[in-house]
């Protein structure tokens, strides 16, 4: 089976030399409580902010190829829902925490806010290696798993998708698991399924696609030619390997890539389609011929004009803040710069692409994919491109126009931006009872 191979998620580097891994949740609680305060949210809006509105974990048992059982534990948290049904994805790694849960969840409220989607922010994960099931265990742990969260899942209550260690492989299982149930069909339950059963044309490139158009733009504006300049991207997953891809079409030097496994550098720049059929060959790009090997850590430290960190959070910290080389940074990962490192970041005239932004490709091709569900009509390809780089654009330029005219880093312009909108429809909505 081919589902949840290296090149089809997102892959999940080892931690670098930048110390302890800081608690993504701590991370997000800064970024509200700081954007709070220059927005001067009403204290009972900020205390709702600043919990998540549900928690679910679930303990179950999925039986083993060997015949043992096994009990696995899982999360899905719903931030926030002022602005609409509760939207994210699930995640199969062993990093997975309920913090980790809370914090993505937090972040994918302010993407969809950010980007005018009208859906509230969710997350989920399971705790477990996915490329240590067979593709049987697999299938039984995701059918578990949506079963136990049939409580909180639906196209109108909740609506999962990819994440790091899923696919649309599981997103096909989990949508088949949760129609057997009701007795129909029902696509609109997941997205980021495969085009057969409901998926959407472009929504597997949309996240990737969605990082090269941030990269350009913040390029374009500071004035760093892209043709012929030097990019270095961390995560060679769904992310990383198609901003890798349309980087490169546009003439960049992908000069360093890497992955959970190790990184390879080349200052000519890598052959990137070489390198993506290697990967998926042998599970990562490291030991690919022709190219020098490097560590995570010291890859991020490369000189180059953008870096993509598209792996997991807290890849950049106030440890290695200092030494980065690059002219910018377009996040394709979610949460991969601390608050002391963006400090850091602003000093040193780096310019951060921030998360909710810059990977919010992916959400919003997963709202298009959830519209042509319930619509059953189908868009093709190029609608769905126009449409998603529309909507990239007019939230890249808000949150421009505001850093710019508040002095801001667009961090926080975007951050202000999301967290408004979230607090308008929480005071519009009112207090029941
Ligand atoms: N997991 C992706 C994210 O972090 C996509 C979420 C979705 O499509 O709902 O944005």
Known sequence: ????????ATSAPTLSASGPAPNPWAMALRQLDEAATRLQVDPGVR???????????????????????????????????ARGP?????????????????????????????????????KGGVICDPRALTPGELERLTR????????????????????????????????????M??????????????VSIGGSEGRLEATGRGVAFCARQAAERRHIPLAGGAVVIQGFGNVGGVAARLLNEIGSRIIA???????????????????????????????????????NADLLELECDVLVPAAIEGQI??????????????????????????LILAQRGITVVPDILCNAGGVIVSYFEWVQDLQQLFWAEDEVNVRLRRIMGRSFDAMWERAEASQQTLRQAALDIAVARVAEAINVRGLYP
Not at 57 to 72: E, I, Y
Not at 113 to 121: I, K, R, S
Not at 317 to 342: Q, S
Request: neutral net charge.
């Open 1 to 8: 089976m081919s589902s949840v191979a290296p090149a089809g």
């Open 317 to 342: 910290t106030a440890a290695n803040a200092g030494r980065l080389r690059c002219k910018l940074i377009a996040e394709g990962a979610n949460g991969p710069t601390t608050p002391d490192a963006d």
């Open 47 to 81: 205390a709702r902010l600043s919990a998540c509105q549900r928690e679910l974990t679930v303990n179950f048992p999925v039986r083993m190829d060997d015949g043992s059982l096994r009990v696995f534990t899982g999360y899905r948290v719903q931030h926030n829902l």
């Open 257 to 295: 890539v890497g992955d959970a496994q190790g990184g390879v550098y080349d200052p000519d720049g890598l052959d990137v389609r070489a390198l993506r059929l290697y990967a998926q060959e042998h599970g990562g790009v490291a030991g690919f011929p022709s190219a020098t090997p490097i560590s």
């Open 181 to 194: 149930h009701r007795g129909y069909s029902q696509p609109g339950v997941v997205t980021g399924k495969p």
């Open 144 to 179: 578990r798993f949506a079963t136990e969260l049939a409580v909180l899942v639906s196209p109108e209550k909740d609506i999962p998708a990819p994440d790091i260690g899923t696919d649309g492989q599981v997103m096909a299982w989990f949508m088949d698991t949760y129609s």
């Open 86 to 122: 509760a939207k994210g994805g699930l995640r199969y790694a062993q990093h997975v925490s309920l913090d980790e849960v809370r914090a993505l969840a937090m972040w994918m409220t302010w993407k969809c806010a950010l980007v005018g989607l009208p859906y509230g922010g969710a």
